[in-house]
Structure formats: C-alpha cells, structure tokens
C-alpha cells in the first residue's frame, strides 16, 4: 500500500476547501431532481400557510410581479441575502410586487428564524416538499420571478445581491 505523502494530503485538504467554498457561494444543496427549464413557462400554482397559519395562493397574485424565494434557516448563502431581500421588499412596498419565502422546514423553526431576522414579506412553509419538487428546485437558495401574467420570467440558483433582484424585478415589471 502506497503511503500518502504530506503534499498530496494538502493537495486533498486545497481540493476540499475549494469544493466547500464553490457550494457555499453557488448554494446549498437541496433536492437534486432532474431539472426542466422553467423560465418562460406558467409558473404552476400552489396554495400554502403563512406562519401564522393563512392559507396563501400563488394564483391569487396574479396581475402582480411575484418573487418566490425557496430557502432553509441552515443554509449560509440563504441568510445572506434575507437582509437583501428586505430591504428590496421594502422599496417596492405598496406596488405590485409580492415577495414569498418558501421553506420546508418545521415552522417553528422557520418562525423564530423570521423574527430574528427581521423578515417582513411573507413567508410560506411547504410540509410536504411539494411545491420545492414542483418548481424542481434544486439547490437552495433558489429564486424565481413570475411576472404578472403569471409566468415565470427569471430563474437564479444561488444567492443573489440587492442590484440583481431589484433588476430582475424591474425587467419583469415591463
């Protein structure tokens, strides 16, 4: 048996960091499925609970640029860019763009999560995993955009910065 040397464990030790470090800044790793294009196509309909237990359905939005934002509490780049989404939430307050979290994660955790970090915009818990399967979500943080027609117009896996969500937005809203 060949005996590893101690520059070919840190060539493990390089390799390893770098693969960590392309999941952290490109996502979390979620429900692999097999995925189809979604951008251009009606985004299919949901109805889930808020935190507070109100039945919310996409439909219902419809006539309204919609960001639907799948994430989970555990996930860094997902935490990352909640105080981005804040505060692009709060820009178009009183427009008629809606912004929605969607976690399928236990909901008390998802609501202490929500309240320790301020999240103002709804936020849906999908039990089931359903409407992650549905959307073929990924990897998380996952975003899309469904313009007021109802279809889906703009797709991003990973995280996304206040200047990219607000311009996705805007494109949606022409």
Request: aromatic share 10%; proline share 4%.
């Amino acid at each position: 048996m060949k005996k590893i040397t101690g520059q070919t464990a840190a060539y493990f030790t390089a390799a390893a960091i770098i693969f960590t470090a392309i999941l952290i800044l490109t996502g979390c790793i979620g429900n692999i499925t097999k995925a189809r294009e979604t951008s251009g196509n009606s985004s299919p309909d949901f109805t889930l609970s808020d935190l507070a237990g109100n039945p919310v359905t996409l439909s219902s939005l419809k006539g309204s640029v919609v960001v639907i934002n799948f994430w989970a509490t555990w996930c860094p780049p997902c935490k990352a860019e909640i105080p981005d989404f804040i505060e692009v939430y709060d820009s178009y307050s009183g427009s008629d763009v809606e912004f929605l979290g969607i976690s399928s994660e236990d909901k008390d955790v998802v609501i202490n999560f929500a309240e320790d970090y301020g999240i103002n915009y709804p936020v849906l818990i999908d039990e089931t995993g359903n409407v992650f399967e549905t959307y073929r979500v990924e990897a998380i943080p996952q975003t899309f955009i469904v313009n007021t027609q109802g279809e889906v117009v703009f797709k991003q896996v990973g995280m996304m910065s206040k200047s990219q969500l607000a311009s996705a937005i805007e494109s949606a809203l022409k």
